[in-house]
């Protein structure tokens, strides 16, 4: 085994209990871009549907290179079972990230001359309350303190549980197994031994992957009961040659959920910007993010949607439905007094053609060092059913001829609105602001229509 991909994750929740009303709120827009995990090269992404102490955990693989060198240790809470794993649909996985990206809106300004009530009184920027496993192993596994608690094969996954005595005799017992443990990885595993998690070790079975014709690899989901919620940051940093970005999309009965031991801020929301980002949205996020980050200080996690599954507003995905939401873990979505039927909470439950309501996704982006999360991830689940989503917005104006007063009133008015998008613009993304207003559009001076209405803009009582 060439490489060791360490990609984390296990997650273990506390419990709220109360559930909050939650306001409606509209923005009509039209959506035309969205951020999502496209954007970042290596950006690992993890689902996690939690209810009481019942997790169920999905990995979406972002692995490049050949199959037969992929791996993954993840630190788990309990021994697991072969019912208690599955493969997920890669489709899921793309359409929560899809329906919970940040996303670009725009609105059309109408003829200010034949003004239509309904977007004249819809606020522009309106409040919010994404090899095959050997049959036989080397090494003494008993002689360097490493028990294989578990071994089974689930779709194109060979996989171990291991539990362990020292942080050596498993460092040992992997590089003695074909995983090419990184300096460091020691250190990092000690931790996780005394806190007596065990590991989930997972190798691609080449047989089973090239017999099923599968051109990626799938979700690995994982259930179990745990009332620990932790994110085990540090493995993943291992390999880490500089930040690396992690999306977290958490499904809920309750609301949101948020970071306990470092601080969760919300992405810059629901501001205006030039019409020319469109065709730039991706280098604008980009930029807006890590700009933010770097405000920051580096060491936060960042909210990028908190939302009702059952709705969108506006949609850059359609919300998912009942059986891709059972798919990725939603196990209590039709009756939530129904306990699961076995260990791995994937029994098939009621079908039922109407959306959810009792799903409540989080979307935290988390961009991580080293030296700037020395602890893991600590997570708290809060009856917060607040609706947030990272909008941003483009008003396109109307630059067509409008000679009445209003009209004219509203052309002089451009020149400062365009000026001030273009502040906010380079303020988000530290953009050059000379450089943002050459792709301005230009207007025309409106010439005042009276001696009169002349006289007001020479007293400075007329814009």
């Not at 980050?293 to 936060?300: H, L, M, Q, T, W």
């Not at 059972?326 to 260990?343: C, K, L, N």
């Amino acid at each position: 085994m060439k490489l060791l991909r360490t990609l984390l994750l296990s997650c273990l929740f506390t419990i709220s209990s109360l559930f909050l009303a939650t306001k409606a709120w509209a923005f009509c827009g039209f959506y035309v871009a969205k951020a999502d995990a496209k954007l970042y090269n290596q950006a690992s992404q993890v689902a996690i549907a939690r209810s009481g102490n019942k997790t169920v955990l999905t990995m979406a693989n972002d692995y490049q290179g050949e199959v037969k060198d992929f791996a993954i240790v993840v630190p788990v809470p309990v021994v697991l079972k072969k019912e208690q794993v599955e493969v997920g649909k890669p489709s899921v996985m793309a359409h929560l990230d899809a329906f919970s990206a940040p996303r670009l809106v725009e609105y059309f300004d109408p003829d200010p001359c034949q003004p239509e009530p309904m977007y004249e009184q819809m606020p522009p920027t309106a409040a919010v309350p994404s090899s095959q496993m050997a049959q036989k192993t080397r090494g003494n596994a008993a002689d360097l303190g490493v028990t294989i608690e578990e071994k089974f094969t689930v779709g194109e996954y060979d996989i171990l549980i291991l539990s362990a005595k020292e942080s050596g005799g498993l460092e040992t017992w992997l590089t003695q197994n074909g995983y090419r443990i990184p300096k460091g990885a020691k250190e990092l595993l000690k931790p996780y031994i005394r806190q007596k998690l065990k590991f989930f070790v997972a190798k691609v079975n080449l047989n089973e992957f090239e017999k099923a014709g599968y051109q990626n690899l799938r979700p690995i989901k994982m259930a179990f009961e745990s009332p620990r919620f932790m994110l085990p940051l540090r493995l993943g940093m291992v390999n880490a040659q500089q930040a690396q970005d992690l999306l977290v999309y958490i499904l809920s009965p309750k609301g949101q959920a948020e970071v306990t031991n470092y601080r969760t801020v919300k992405v810059p929301s629901n501001t205006e910007i030039p019409t020319f980002v469109k065709s730039e949205f991706s280098d604008f996020y980009k930029s807006m993010f890590q700009t933010s980050y770097d405000r920051e200080g580096r060491n936060v996690a960042f909210l990028e949607y908190a939302w009702d599954m059952s709705n969108c507003d506006p949609c850059s995905a359609e919300p998912l439905s009942r059986e891709q939401l059972r798919d990725v873990g939603a196990f209590w979505i039709d009756d939530p007094q129904t306990e699961p039927s076995r260990p791995g909470f994937f029994a098939p439950r009621r079908p039922s053609p109407f959306p959810s309501s009792n799903v409540f996704i989080t979307r935290l982006h988390v961009r991580y060092t080293r030296d700037k999360f020395p602890e893991d991830l600590m997570f708290q689940a809060t009856d917060n059913r607040e609706q947030f989503q990272g909008r941003y917005v483009l008003r396109h104006a109307f630059l067509g001829k409008a000679e009445c007063a209003a009209g004219r009133e509203y052309g002089r008015s451009l020149p400062r609105r365009f000026d001030q998008e273009a502040q906010t613009l380079a303020r988000l993304t530290g953009w050059d602001i000379q450089k943002i207003r050459q792709k301005l559009p230009k207007v025309q001076a409106q010439a005042p229509s009276s001696w009169f209405e002349w006289f007001l803009i020479k007293l400075g009582m007329k814009g």
